[in-house]
């Protein structure tokens, strides 16, 4: 035993699974023709021994050049379904056509079988549409609406990207060939990253054009990324299957080639702001460490390094120059003390008698006072040299570093030092700040 629902709901799934009823041309007598505030439209397709009932949605109406009249002849596609509510089977239609255009749908299914079967509707002959073009081409016509609609969204959505439009018919017997030299012209000369083929909606006769072999098969052909913006809502257009994506409107192939750059610029404007305030706020980190170590004595008063040596430079002076002065006097007293000797009142004899020794004391005299003046020199130039060694400035101009612990203290061993801590390298023309990550001992 089945309920009504179940038994409805069975038909339904039945109709889907036949192939018959999904893609259906019935040509009939319009009758009781009603079109609702909705937008939808309620009416029958009748012929001498049968009639059904049709259903036509708001967005399949508005594509219709004039509503149809009860007593018209007309073709109607669309696909078979079952309303679960009432029980019933109703044709949902899709495009409705005065009798005389089904000799161009026969036309169109030949041609798509056709293409079909030569691979050029086949998924893996899609292009990927690029993610960052710089050029948009558009093949459409200069005075249409769907040239104006691609301009306005793409600059809302990326001004940035630039649109080059080829100029054609399209619709009428010239625009078949314009439309497929529009597209030839732009793969020949590489104008564009992405290309746009297509024109606002209209009637079946009014698209014909994108259904034309020719083009059809220049889309098929492109080595640019196409986008088809045939401007109508179902997948009705050959150009459709032969493009790499298919747009509903103009507007929304716009959607697709150009992406939205409004958020990536929010974002990098957000990305700057931060980027900003952390280096402000590292240069404010740095700037008080710099203050912090200028601040220590040794900066702010490096002549007090100095001047404990400078001091003992002065008593080593001191201290020479009075050796020097008693070392002179006792020389000199000695000298005096050998003016009484016999020899200086008969210096004559002495020089007679002692002329070699003399010249070897004199001689002798010489060197020492030489040597004395020499050794003399010398300590003060070792003097001199620690005093600039003492110098941190002059250490640091010689190429060497001053390293400064965790606590401040200049560090002469690594032995207290630990992995992870923070060390701060001092050279002649900046500070190093770095993490100790692994210590090697020699």
């Not at 992405?194 to 209209?202: E, K, P, Q, T």
């Not at 098929?220 to 747009?247: C, M, N, Q, Y």
């Not at 620690?386 to 002469?412: A, H, N, W």
């Amino acid at each position: 035993m089945f309920t009504v629902s179940e038994v409805n709901l069975s038909l339904k799934e039945l109709i889907h699974k036949d192939p018959t009823f999904a893609n259906l041309q019935i040509q009939g007598e319009v009758s009781n023709f009603r079109r609702y505030a909705s937008g939808h439209c309620y009416f029958n397709l009748k012929d001498s021994k049968g009639l059904i009932k049709c259903v036509m949605f708001k967005g399949a109406a508005q594509r219709l050049k004039k509503l149809p009249r009860d007593g018209d002849q007309v073709v109607g596609i669309g696909r078979i379904d079952v309303y679960e509510r009432d029980g019933v089977y109703q044709f949902y239609v899709d495009m409705l056509m005065p009798v005389g255009t089904g000799d161009l749908m026969a036309a169109y299914e030949a041609l798509k079988q056709k293409l079909s079967a030569e691979g050029l509707f086949d998924e893996t002959r899609k292009q990927p549409i690029p993610v960052s073009p710089r050029i948009v081409g558009v093949v459409t016509s200069a005075d249409g609406a769907a040239i104006r609609d691609i301009i306005k969204v793409a600059g809302r959505r990326d001004s940035s990207v630039k649109i080059r439009l080829y100029p054609v018919k399209v619709q009428g017997k010239e625009a078949p060939p314009e439309i497929a030299a529009g597209i030839h012209f732009m793969n020949r000369h590489n104008l564009c990253d992405v290309l746009i083929v297509g024109r606002g909606g209209g009637s079946m006769e009014d698209l014909w054009a994108f259904n034309d072999e020719k083009v059809v098969r220049a889309i098929a052909a492109s080595r640019i990324p196409i986008i088809s913006a045939v401007g109508h809502e179902i997948d009705f257009t050959l150009s459709d299957f032969a493009a790499d994506k298919r747009a509903a409107t103009p507007s929304q192939a716009a959607e697709f080639a150009v992406p939205d750059r409004s958020k990536d610029i929010a974002s990098y404007e957000k990305l700057n702001l931060r980027l900003k305030k952390a280096v402000a706020d590292r240069l404010a980190m740095e700037r008080q460490c710099l203050d912090g170590v200028l601040q220590r004595p040794v900066f702010r008063y490096p002549e007090r390094l100095t001047e404990g040596q400078s001091q003992r430079l002065d008593q080593l002076g001191q201290s020479l120059s009075t050796s020097f002065s008693r070392r002179l006097e006792r020389e000199t007293m000695r000298l005096m003390k050998l003016r009484d000797h016999w020899f200086f009142r008969h210096p004559e004899v002495f020089v007679a008698r002692h002329q070699d020794h003399l010249t070897r004391l004199t001689k002798d005299l010489d060197l020492h006072f030489r040597y004395t003046l020499s050794e003399t020199q010398q300590r003060l130039k070792e003097v001199s040299v620690k005093f600039q060694l003492l110098d941190p400035q002059k250490v640091l101009e010689r190429g060497y570093t001053m390293t400064e612990g965790p606590g401040g203290k200049i560090l002469s061993s690594m032995g207290t030092l630990k992995e992870g801590d923070t060390i701060k390298t001092y050279f002649k023309d900046g500070v190093l700040r770095s993490i100790v990550s692994k210590k090697e001992e020699s």
